[in-house]
């Protein structure tokens, strides 16, 4: 099954590109890309063992990392905080899952 005919939604991602003179992040241009969008809150561990709490997550076929920003379609910015590889019944790789915090 092809399962970016359910990404119907758009959202804007900025992906993190390094850090300022002040230990901020700093973002690249940018893009649109389809998504699915799921507002439901997870408890959830980060790479570095920190437990976050997100109130939403994306599916996508677009690359996304931990750090990258969205931005929804209210304008709200958001951090991407975990990302998990989705596989399909036969093991492949499916899509990115962004949890959002």
């Known amino acids: 099954m092809w399962v970016g005919r359910f990404f119907f939604q758009q959202c804007v991602l900025e992906r993190r590109v390094g850090t300022d003179a002040y230990g901020g992040n700093t973002y690249g241009i940018p893009t649109t890309i389809r998504v699915r969008w799921f507002n439901e809150v997870t408890v959830l561990r980060t790479e570095t063992d920190r437990e ?3 109130d939403a997550h994306i599916s996508t076929e677009s690359v996304i990392r931990a750090g990258d920003r969205i931005t929804d379609e209210d ?4 951090e991407v905080v975990v990302v998990r590889l989705n596989r399909n019944t036969r093991g492949e790789f499916s899509h990115f899952v962004g949890y959002l915090a």
Do not use: F
């Open 52 to 54: 976050v709490t997100s």
């Open 75 to 78: 304008g709200r910015k958001r």
